[in-house]
């Protein structure tokens, strides 16, 4: 018998994400649904504070630290570039 394939990105359901920049409008995002395709994932982001504003984006690239950062964060925190707060319960591992 062989193992059961790992699944990619496990904790992806129901995290939350601070983009560096705002994202049409908005910094912090909550994922409400995944879509597997091939061997690709993608998550779809609703905004926190709107709940019309909702996109769908390639889950590796909520790795890039440059444009995204786990949890949701403060400005400060965002311009101390301090760790993630939530990365081990809301992180993409």
């Given at each position: 018998?062989?193992?059961?394939?790992?699944?990619?990105?496990?904790?992806?359901?129901?995290?939350?994400?601070?983009?560096?920049?705002?994202?049409?409008?908005?910094?912090?995002?909550?994922?409400?649904?995944?879509?597997?395709?091939?061997?690709?994932?993608?998550?779809?982001?609703?905004?926190?504070?709107?709940?019309?504003?909702?996109?769908?984006?390639?889950?590796?690239?909520?790795?890039n630290r440059q444009l995204w950062r786990a949890g949701w964060q403060t400005m400060?925190?965002?311009?101390?570039?301090?760790?993630?707060?939530?990365?081990?319960?809301?992180?993409?591992?």
């Amino acid at each position: 018998m062989s193992k059961p394939k790992k699944q990619k990105f496990p904790h992806l359901l129901g995290s939350k994400w601070t983009a560096q920049q705002r994202t049409m409008g908005w910094r912090h995002f909550q994922v409400t649904n995944r879509k597997n395709q091939g061997k690709l994932v993608f998550a779809e982001l609703v905004a926190s504070c709107d709940p019309t504003v909702r996109f769908w984006i390639n889950a590796n690239v909520l790795k890039n630290r440059q444009l995204w950062r786990a949890g949701w964060q403060t400005m400060d925190q965002i311009a101390d570039g301090q760790p993630d707060s939530c990365s081990k319960i809301d992180g993409i591992s």
